[in-house]
């Protein structure tokens, strides 16, 4: 599966050649796949890695060891001034963060091919990568505007009782939009009041609570719109499209999307907007950052600690309300041009 704006002549990638760089991307592939990384990672580094080769066969360099710093250097440029054609059919450059994925792929390829033996040295180990800039604070919604927007399904259906329990579900938990269209029946425990997440980022499990609302609209959902969608054989997948199959993630996107637009919100965004909105209000209301971390799913806190930008007014009025000193009443016997004591 090639990325958007990638090239699509992959006529060069024919492994002929067994030493020749499709062949020995066939084989760093495999051993991927042996060390159970992701089909979408796997999917990434074949887009990563073939964009590569075409570009470097285009210019005569065929094999690994023929490949230099310089080469890397020059294909790294290319890069920064490629563009790719944007949705309205205009076009724009690939942002930093894909330019950083696509050459950090190259230098996990040229280390394996290292390691093995393929090449005598490897000539991405000093490959500078472009620096990411500091991530804007994400999107956010107000309680009053989440309420609006979860207010948008038509409960007279079993469309809008679906759409209703997918939001809750979003808001409550904030589980991304996969794992909600990989989520079936049984991992809702109500009794419990959790959500087992069994297909996570990374194919890593966890378990997170969920409220007793969003357990009421799935309840309400299961009771009088699920059974009106679900086919034979049905396999037990919790939300289910208007033909009774699971979810594509794109599909969310474009559900959630539309219920934003039609409240009226102008907020970019959609599950992910939940996502952000969930943290966000957690951390506001003395949540440790440490528990929105695990029910993110995130890997390492460095990924959870950007909601703490969107909470810094929140922060402030804490300060206020309990800092001796944050006020100006606090300290009114003290004229300005006094000097603080040593």
């Not at 690994?64 to 001034?81: C, G, H, I, K, N």
């Not at 500091?134 to 809008?160: C, F």
């Not at 997170?208 to 609209?217: C, D, K, V």
């Amino acid at each position: 599966m090639a990325r958007k704006g990638q090239k699509k002549d992959w006529a060069f990638l024919a492994p002929s050649d067994p030493e020749g760089m499709p062949s020995l991307r066939l084989q760093w592939l495999e051993t991927l796949r042996t060390r159970g990384y992701s089909e979408a990672y796997l999917q990434n580094c074949e887009s990563d890695l073939g964009l590569f080769i075409v570009w470097a066969q285009e210019r005569g360099v065929t094999k690994a060891r023929d490949v230099t710093r310089p080469v890397l250097e020059s294909y790294q440029r290319f890069l920064f001034y490629l563009r790719r054609e944007t949705k309205d059919g205009g076009e724009e450059p690939l942002s930093i963060r894909t330019q950083l994925e696509r050459l950090s792929s190259l230098k996990l390829f040229f280390r394996w091919l290292t390691r093995n033996g393929y090449i005598l040295a490897n000539p991405a180990s000093e490959l500078e990568l472009p620096k990411i800039p500091p991530r804007r604070p994400p999107e956010v919604l107000s309680v009053a505007e989440v309420e609006q927007v979860l207010s948008q399904p038509d409960l007279g259906s079993a469309i809008g009782l679906r759409d209703r329990a997918i939001l809750e579900t979003l808001y409550s938990t904030g589980v991304r939009r996969k794992e909600l269209s990989l989520l079936s029946v049984s991992d809702v425990e109500s009794v419990a009041g959790i959500v087992r997440v069994r297909f996570g980022k990374g194919k890593k499990e966890r378990i997170i609570p969920i409220g007793s609302r969003a357990l009421a609209w799935i309840a309400r959902y299961l009771t009088e719109g699920r059974p009106q969608l679900a086919t034979p054989p049905d396999d037990g997948t919790l939300f289910l499209t208007a033909t009774g199959k699971p979810f594509w993630p794109d599909n969310l996107t474009d559900l959630v999307r539309r219920y934003v637009k039609h409240s009226g919100i102008t907020r970019p965004g959609s599950c992910h907007l939940f996502r952000h909105t969930m943290a966000t209000l957690m951390l506001d209301n003395g949540a440790d950052i440490r528990f929105i971390q695990e029910m993110l799913g995130h890997a390492t806190l460095h990924a959870t600690t950007i909601y703490t930008h969107v909470a810094i007014k929140k922060l402030k009025q804490i300060h206020t309300a309990t800092h001796p000193g944050a006020t100006l009443a606090a300290s009114s016997e003290a004229s300005p041009d006094e000097e603080p004591p040593e």
